[in-house]
C-alpha cells in the first residue's frame, strides 16, 4: 500500500532545494524588454493626462487593447491600478523611465471604510449609482417567531478584516512570441484558464497558438486564480514589439496589486433557549469589495453568498435571516484567499456560539454538544448547502477528553495568577470542488510511468501524492513514477489547485486514467499471449499468466501495445458533481502577559476528518502551515489605510506576518469518521486548518481576557485596555 503512506515531497522537493527549480524572475531571454507598470498613487481620481517620455517605448491605456479589464483608463479607483506599461532594454532603465512619465490627476474624493460607503455620499466610481453593488438574502425559517420566544438575545457586529495575500514570490510574467506562437511563463495557479483568455484578447491580433507555463510560483493561496491585467499586457507587448517582454512585481506593488482577502463584517442577533440552543440567527453581512470592477466583484461576492448559506455550520438551527450586502470602495479588490468564504462563516458562526454560552454562563464546548448535528449523509442544509458525510458527535466525543485536560492545564495557570484562556471552534468546510479534473497517464516503453494532471500545485506536494496514487495502482516503487503539471501543452484541458481540490478531484483523475490503463495494457499482454484476460494477474509492475508462468513487464507491455496500434496511455475527466464537506475541531491554550498583553499559544490540538488521508505527512504540512496562517489573521495581520486611500501596510516592516519564530507546535489527528464518495474517499484539507486556527485563538483569548471580542487582529494594545 502506498496511498496513506507518510512519503517526502521526493517530485517536488529536490529542484527546489538544491536551487534549480526555475520560477518565473530565472526566466531570461535575449533581447527580453523589461516592463514596469505605472500605477496610479491615487485612490480614486480623474486621469487627466499622460506624458510619457520621448522616445521610449510606453504605452497607455489607449495604446492597449480595449478589452483588458481592470486598468485604470479614465479613473483610477484603488492606489496601485495600472495605468501605463513601460518598456526598456533592462529592469533598471525601465524604472529610470518609469519615473519619468508624467501622470496628471484630478483627485476625487475617496472612499475607504465601508460606513462611508453605505452613506452614499461619495462614490467609490463616478459612473456608479450607489457604492453596494450587488446585493442578496439567505433566508430559512422564521426568525421572528424564533426571536419571540428566544430566552438569550445577543447582538454585535464581528469583524473579519481585510487581510493581504502573502505568496512568497509576488506575481511576474514572460511572454515570448515567435511570430506564430505565443509561451507565457506566468506566476499564477490558472494556466489553463489564462490561455483561454489570452486567447480572446489576442485573438483579434492575429494569435491562436498560445502555450501558457506556470513554472515554480512561490504559493499562490488563492491570490493567483484570476488573471490579471498585467498578464495580459505583457503579452500583448511581446507580440506587438516582436521582442520578449518581462515583468515582475516588487513586494509593495505586489501588495497593492494582488487581490486582498477576507473584508467582511456581520452585523447580527442571535436568539438562544435557556440551555444554549440556538434558535436563530438575523443580521446583515457585508462585504467590502474594494474597487469596483464589476467582472471580478461578482465571483467574489460569492465569497460572501457562500458564506452567508454556510453561517449555520454543522449546528441545527431553526432559522436564519441574513442580508447580503457587497458594497464597492476604493481599496484593492477582494477575492479568493485561502478559504474563500468559509473561513468568514465559520469565524461568525463560532464567535456567536462563544459570545452566547459567555452570555448565558454556559461551557464553550457544551454548547456545541448541545447545538451540534448528529450524523450525516448526503444532508441539504435549508440554505442549499449539502454535507456529503459526517460524524459530528462522534468527533465531539474523541476530542473532550483534550479539551478536558486543555482545561485543567488553563486552571493549574490561572492559580498561578496567569491569565490563561481556552479557545474551541468547529470547521465548518465544503472543499474539493467541480465541475471536473483531468489527468493523464502513460506507460513510457522504459516502463516508467507519467501522470500529467490538470491541476496546479503549487506549494501543496500533490505531485508526491499523485505519484503515490499511480505507484499504488501499478504496484511499483513510487520512484518509477514521475508527474508533469502546470503546462497547457500537456494536456487537452486542466482545471487549477484551489478550493482544496486537488487531492481529492485531481487525484481521482489520476486514479481512474491510471486504473483504466492498466485494464488496456491487460487486454493487450492476453492478446500477445494468446491467454484470456481473467487468467492474467497482475503484482510488482508485471502481468503474469500463472497457468503457464509466461509473463510481461510494464515496459513489454507498453511496447507491445504501440506494436498493436495502441498508445499506452490513457486520458480521464474525472467529473466531480458535487463538493465534499469535510469538518474538524481545534482547540488552544494560550496564556495573555499580563504586562506587554502578547499573546502565547501553549498548546494546540486539531481533530480533523477528511476522509482517507492519501500523505499523513503532506496533510500535517498543511495543517502546520495553514493552522499558522489562521493565527496570523487573529494576531497580526492588519491592512491599513489613510483616509486618503493610501495603503500604509504595504511593506513587510508595515504589514506583519509570521515567521518560523512565532511558528507552534500542533497535535494534529486525522479523525477519518466520514469519506466521501470519490475512487479513493479522501476530501480537502489545504484550507481547513487555517479556517479552524482564527475563531480557535480568538475563543481562547476571549477566555483568557474575559472580555468579549469583535475585532482583529487582537494587537496588545487592545488586550491592554
Ligand atoms: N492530502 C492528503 N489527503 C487528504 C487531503 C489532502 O494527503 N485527504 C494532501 C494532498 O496530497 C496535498 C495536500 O494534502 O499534498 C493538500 O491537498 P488538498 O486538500 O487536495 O488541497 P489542494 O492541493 O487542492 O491545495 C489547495 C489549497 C488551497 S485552496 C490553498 S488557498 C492553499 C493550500 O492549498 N494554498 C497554498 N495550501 C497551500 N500550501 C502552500 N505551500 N502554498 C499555497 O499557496
Ligand atoms: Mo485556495
Not at 502577559?593 to 498548546?603: A, N, P, Q
Not at 474517499?681 to 468579549?708: H, M, Q, W
Amino acid at each position: 500500500k502506498v496511498i496513506g503512506k507518510p512519503i517526502k515531497r521526493i517530485i517536488e522537493d529536490p529542484p527546489l532545494i538544491t536551487g534549480k527549480g526555475k520560477f518565473v524572475y530565472d526566466i531570461d531571454f535575449k533581447g527580453t524588454l523589461y516592463a514596469i507598470f505605472i500605477r496610479s498613487q491615487y485612490a480614486h481620481a480623474k486621469i487627466k493626462s499622460i506624458k510619457c517620455p520621448e522616445n521610449s517605448l510606453c504605452f497607455t491605456t489607449k495604446d492597449l487593447p480595449n478589452s483588458i479589464i481592470g486598468l485604470a483608463r479614465e479613473e483610477a479607483i484603488y492606489q496601485g491600478q495600472p495605468i501605463a506599461v513601460i518598456l526598456a532594454e533592462d529592469e533598471y532603465k525601465a524604472k529610470d523611465l518609469a519615473e519619468k512619465v508624467e501622470v496628471e490627476y484630478e483627485p476625487l474624493p475617496a472612499v475607504i471604510n465601508v460606513d462611508d460607503a453605505l452613506k452614499n455620499i461619495h462614490k467609490a466610481k463616478s459612473d456608479l449609482s450607489s457604492n453596494i453593488v450587488l446585493e442578496d438574502e439567505v433566508t430559512v425559517g422564521d426568525t421572528d417567531s424564533v426571536f419571540k420566544k428566544a430566552y438569550k438575545i445577543i447582538e454585535g457586529e464581528i469583524i473579519n478584516q481585510r487581510v493581504i495575500p502573502s505568496a512568497m514570490e509576488p506575481r511576474g510574467a514572460v511572454a515570448y512570441f515567435d511570430g506564430r506562437r505565443l509561451t507565457v511563463w506566468s506566476s499564477t495557479q490558472t494556466p489553463f484558464d489564462l490561455k483561454k483568455s489570452l486567447a480572446e484578447i489576442l485573438g483579434n491580433y492575429g494569435v491562436y497558438d498560445i502555450r501558457v507555463i506556470q513554472p515554480y510560483v512561490g504559493g499562490a493561496f488563492g491570490s493567483k486564480i484570476i488573471n490579471y491585467a498585467e498578464e495580459f499586457i505583457v503579452a500583448y507587448l511581446a507580440v506587438v514589439t516582436g521582442r520578449p517582454v518581462k515583468w515582475f512585481n516588487t513586494r509593495s506593488e505586489d501588495m497593492m496589486s494582488t487581490n486582498h482577502g477576507r473584508d467582511m463584517r456581520l452585523k447580527f442577533k442571535a436568539a438562544f433557549d435557556a440551555e444554549g440552543k440556538l434558535l436563530g440567527i438575523e443580521g446583515t453581512l457585508i462585504m467590502d469589495l474594494g474597487a469596483p470592477i464589476i467582472e471580478i466583484n461578482r465571483d467574489s461576492f460569492g465569497m460572501a453568498t457562500t458564506a452567508a448559506r454556510l453561517l449555520i455550520g454543522r449546528y441545527n438551527v431553526e432559522a436564519l435571516k441574513v442580508k447580503v450586502l457587497g458594497v464597492a470602495t476604493n481599496k484593492t479588490f477582494i477575492a479568493a484567499y485561502r478559504g474563500a468564504g468559509r473561513p468568514e462563516a465559520t469565524y461568525f458562526i463560532e464567535r456567536i456560539l462563544n459570545l452566547g454560552a459567555r452570555a448565558l454562563g454556559i461551557d464553550q464546548y457544551e454548547i456545541r454538544e448541545k447545538n451540534i448535528m448528529n450524523e450525516v449523509n448526503y444532508y441539504k442544509l435549508p440554505t442549499g448547502i449539502v454535507y456529503d458525510s459526517g460524524k459530528y458527535r462522534e468527533m465531539l466525543k474523541i476530542a473532550k477528553p483534550y479539551y478536558l485536560e486543555l482545561l485543567k492545564k488553563r486552571d493549574e495557570l490561572r492559580t498561578k495568577g496567569k491569565l490563561a484562556g481556552v479557545g474551541v471552534a468547529i470547521v465548518s468546510e465544503i472543499a474539493s470542488f467541480g465541475p471536473y479534473s483531468t489527468a493523464k497517464v502513460k506507460v513510457l516503453s522504459n516502463g516508467r510511468i507519467q501522470v500529467i494532471t490538470g491541476t496546479t500545485p503549487h506549494g501543496q506536494g500533490d505531485a508526491t501524492a499523485f505519484a503515490q496514487i499511480a505507484a499504488e495502482i501499478f504496484d511499483v516503487d513510487i520512484n518509477q513514477v514521475d508527474v508533469l503539471w502546470g503546462d497547457t501543452d500537456l494536456i487537452a484541458d486542466g482545471d487549477l489547485t484551489a478550493g482544496s481540490r486537488s487531492i481529492t478531484v485531481g487525484g481521482s483523475a489520476v486514479y481512474e486514467a491510471s486504473r483504466r490503463l492498466k485494464e488496456k495494457l491487460l487486454r493487450v499482454v492476453s492478446e500477445k499471449l494468446g491467454v484470456k484476460p481473467d487468467e492474467i494477474e497482475y503484482q510488482d509492475g508485471k502481468f503474469i499468466h500463472k497457468q503457464t508462468g509466461k509473463s510481461m513487464t510494464l515496459a513489454e507491455a507498453s511496447r507491445e501495445s504501440i506494436n498493436m496500434g495502441m498508445l499506452p496511455e490513457e486520458e480521464y475527466s474525472y467529473v466531480m458533481n458535487l463538493y465534499t464537506s469535510p469538518y474538524g475541531l481545534h482547540m488552544a491554550l494560550v496564556e495573555v502577559d499580563k504586562e506587554t498583553g502578547i499573546v502565547k499559544i501553549l498548546d494546540y490540538k486539531g481533530f480533523d476528518d477528511v476522509g482517507v488521508v492519501v500523505n499523513p505527512l503532506l496533510a500535517e504540512g498543511q495543517v502546520h502551515g495553514g493552522v499558522l496562517q489562521g493565527i496570523s489573521q487573529a494576531l497580526y495581520e492588519e491592512t491599513i489605510y489613510s483616509q486618503e486611500g493610501n495603503l500604509i501596510t504595504s511593506t513587510f516592516s508595515d504589514y506583519v506576518i509570521p515567521t518560523a519564530v512565532e511558528g507552534i507546535r500542533v497535535e494534529w489527528k486525522s479523525l477519518a469518521l466520514a469519506k466521501s464518495d470519490t475512487p479513493i474517499g479522501s476530501k480537502g484539507i489545504g484550507e481547513l486548518p487555517t479556517i479552524a486556527a482564527t475563531p480557535t485563538v480568538i475563543n481562547a483569548i476571549e477566555d483568557a481576557i474575559n472580555k468579549n471580542i469583535y475585532v482583529m487582529p487582537v494587537k496588545p494594545e487592545l488586550i491592554l485596555n
